[in-house]
């Protein structure tokens, strides 16, 4: 089992930054990926940036790439999206999941921080 709970979204204006922090407890943090996803108003969940169980393993989809960084430290159980020069279409609910190993599915989901940006 694990549990996830996000932190650290809030208002801003284009441009600025945020880091968003997803605290995780259960033992299969470390070998678990783990992801960010987001959902605007509306619209369907999507897909913003995963990382493998060490950190040497990233991926984001194309709407953030080159301003959003993944990361983790598995000795705290915390994954961290950096978002820079934020945009008012990055306004969502943004997710924490996570992906064991031994599913290779999404299986865990934290409750969500909401993320506006104004324009």
């Known amino acids: 089992q694990v549990q996830l709970v996000e932190s650290g979204g809030g208002l801003v204006q284009a441009g600025d930054s945020l880091r968003l922090s997803c605290a995780a407890s259960?033992?299969?943090?470390?070998?678990?990926?783990m992801g960010w996803f987001r959902q605007a108003p509306g619209k369907e969940r999507k897909f913003v940036a995963t990382?493998?169980?060490?950190?040497?393993?990233?991926y984001y989809a194309d709407s953030v790439k080159g301003r959003f960084t993944i990361s983790r430290d598995n000795a705290k159980n915390t994954v961290y999206l950096q978002m820079n020069s934020l945009k008012p279409e990055d306004t969502a609910v943004y997710y924490c999941?996570?992906?064991?190993?031994?599913?290779?599915?999404?299986?865990?989901w934290g409750q969500g921080t909401q993320v506006t940006v104004s324009s």
């Open positions: 990382i493998n169980w060490s950190g040497g393993s990233t």
């Open positions: 999941a996570a992906r064991p190993d031994t599913t290779y599915s999404w299986d865990y």
């Open positions: 259960g033992r299969t943090f470390s070998s678990a990926a």
